[in-house]
């Protein structure tokens, strides 16, 4: 065997590993953004050398299957841990009721070198959700309901929540306390085509206070200001649904020079066009996770476990716990 | 104090159930030590008394979980106090069964049941607020997650127990009362429950992290009770290899597993003092 394979398996080497590992999960503690994620890197890519290492020269380890297993199965981890931070995905969007899910429209993006990025592929289309709340404002179950290609051209409804996500192509979308209402505007400019969007409210019921926001049309440099004024049914003492459906909204209109009140299907002219408030609708903001190694990393886990039980099932299957201390003739003297 | 607060009598009398178990312990090791028969054994009847009081302490704290969960609508899962109370029943349950089936290790009774009595006497000196069932807890992993580390927590308190009689051995004054057994034969059996440690540990880390994927939208983030679990767990498997690997003295070994459970304990019950839940961001 290689003289220099045989001190790589060195279990001196391990311990070595263990403590530096140790160390560096206690640096990484909260993710501080000033440590390097070498400190979590070095020790394990240290650890499965060793590991590895160990497999092919101790006969203690390759001649017993359980213990075969489980060291298998942690090199596994430390691999697909490794390739999972080079392939992954982490970001947030918000999308709008009745709209599709759009790409563009993703933010805060993080992801590891090697993402191949296919979140364009990624279609649904958001309709609208509910949201339970208990007395206090303590956030229960999201209901956020979904269109999804069924793969046969046509459409399904899904629900999905907090811990139920929406899962196409790996891509994870769980929905956040970040969410909230939208006015549907139409803005007919005094020379060109209509067009239609909606304009995001602060999230909702955390700034319910200052649900406002405020537009610029194109062509124009007026900023128009803008404050829904909800009838939601918030009561802080009581249970109560967030449901869009079941609340309504004044707009109010600020454009500088004049203050005006708009119930849905009512319109406003304003310099360089007119200005149309369609309908009250609502917006949710997902958490957009993307991870190739999470099953396998699962199914490794596993195996490492189960090749832990088969060693010490094949150790200890012969020596009863209860013999270990007191003998039966001992026993058999007892008082 | 809330007057609702139905399981208050009930969790008290458990307590005071496990009160009694720990001082028949006590009892039991001292009249071998105060008996001139070299290596006399402890009493079948005493043992038996003890398991007896351990039993109907772990029925009557069923009781107390059982009124609260009805009451509240959820299991004892979100809150320091619920923490607690859910321990002092699986930690006491699990021992019973343990103390049952594995007589060698009875006299361990001496180092768990104070313990167990760490955790009793903490949790009268809490409030028993409500809790609310955070959105994220409506999951199946959550229970398996629990359930694994509720196991995990009590081999962890065996081998404590075992290595706490080790330790007690060397001291003269305590020597003679665990004189029928040897330290080769507790240390055996207290790494043998080590090994049970990792493996249940491990199955919680692995149930927590697919728990945590549905629940938070990553598996691992390293938030307070995940930094400290996985020192946890990388300390068991040092240990293990430790001890495998270089037959430290058995002395030292108990020691080992004594800052092995120092640390499991304070990932338990430390963290939501440094955390402000369980887990971060668990609203």
């Known amino acids: 065997m290689i003289p220099w394979l045989r001190r790589l398996a060195s279990t001196r080497l391990t311990l070595f590993g263990m403590v530096l590992l140790a160390i560096g999960a206690g640096l990484s503690y909260d993710n501080p953004a000033d440590v390097s994620v070498w400190v979590l890197a070095g020790p394990l890519l240290l650890l499965a050398l060793n590991l590895f290492a160990a497999i092919l020269t101790q006969p203690g380890i390759n001649r017993r299957p359980g213990l075969l297993m489980f060291h298998i199965g942690l090199l596994s981890i430390c691999a697909l841990a490794a390739i999972g931070r080079l392939t992954f995905f982490d970001a947030r969007v918000e999308i709008s009721q009745n709209s599709a899910f759009d790409v563009a429209a993703v933010d805060e993006i993080r992801q590891g070198v090697f993402h191949l990025g296919e979140l364009q592929r990624v279609q649904f289309v958001q309709q609208a959700y509910t949201v339970e709340y208990r007395p206090g404002l303590v956030r229960g179950i999201t209901r956020s309901h979904l269109q999804v290609g069924d793969g046969r051209g046509g459409w399904q409804t899904r629900v999905v929540g907090d811990d139920t996500p929406l899962i196409i192509d790996g891509y994870r979308f769980y929905t956040t306390f970040n969410k909230g209402f939208a006015a549907v505007l139409t803005w007919t400019p005094t020379q060109g085509e209509a067009i239609t969007g909606t304009l995001h409210m602060p999230s909702y019921p955390l700034f319910d206070y200052k649900q406002a926001n405020s537009w610029t049309p194109p062509g124009s440099e007026e900023e128009i200001k803008f404050w829904l004024r909800l009838e939601t049914g918030l009561d802080r003492e009581k249970d109560w649904l967030l449901d869009v459906n079941k609340s309504e909204a004044v707009l109010v209109v600020n454009d500088g020079e004049q203050r005006l009140e708009l119930q849905p299907g009512q319109d406003i002219n304003l310099p360089g066009g007119q200005l149309r408030y369609e309908a009250l609708s609502s917006w949710m903001g997902y958490k957009i996770f993307y991870d190739p190694t999470l099953k396998w990393l699962f199914i490794a886990a596993m195996l490492t476990v189960l090749g832990l039980c088969l060693h010490y099932w094949d150790k200890f299957r012969h020596q009863s716990m209860a013999s270990a201390v007191v003998t039966d003739k001992q026993n058999k003297m007892r008082k | ?283």
Request: hydrophobic share 55%; net charge neutral.
């Open chain 2, 1 to 283: 104090m809330n007057d609702a607060i139905t399981e208050l009598p009930w969790m008290w009398a458990g307590l005071f159930a496990y009160a009694v178990a720990t001082l028949l312990a006590f009892r039991n090791v001292w009249q071998i030590g105060a008996d001139d028969t070299v290596a006399a054994l402890p009493s079948r009847r005493g043992e038996g008394k003890i398991l007896l009081a351990i039993v109907i302490g772990v029925l009557l704290l069923t009781i107390a979980l059982a009124v609260r969960w009805d009451r509240l609508g959820h299991g004892p899962f979100v809150n320091l106090y619920e923490l607690l109370m859910s321990q002092l029943f699986s930690l006491g349950l699990i021992y019973s069964i343990v103390y049952w089936r594995v007589p060698s290790l009875r006299a361990s009774a001496v180092v768990v049941l104070p313990l167990i009595w760490i955790l009793g006497t903490w949790i009268l000196f809490l409030e028993p607020v409500d809790s609310r069932f955070p959105p994220t807890y409506h999951n199946d992993w959550l229970w398996a997650h629990v359930g694994f580390g509720k196991i995990f927590l009590s081999f962890c308190l065996v081998a404590t127990g075992l290595a706490g009689v080790i330790l007690l051995r060397a001291i003269p004054r305590f020597g003679r009362c665990f004189a029928h057994m040897t330290d080769e034969a507790l240390d055996q059996l207290a790494w043998r429950f080590m090994m049970l440690t990792l493996v249940f540990d491990s199955l919680m880390l692995i149930a927590g992290a697919v728990w945590a994927q549905d629940a938070w939208g990553r598996y691992w983030s390293w938030d307070a009770l995940e930094t400290s679990s996985f020192m946890t767990w990388l300390s068991i498997g040092a240990g293990i290899h430790v001890r495998l690997t270089y037959k430290i003295p058995i002395r030292l070994g108990a020691l080992v597993i004594l800052a092995i459970f120092f640390l499991a304990f304070t990932t338990y019950f430390g963290a939501p003092y440094y955390s402000e839940a369980a887990h971060k961001g668990v609203i």
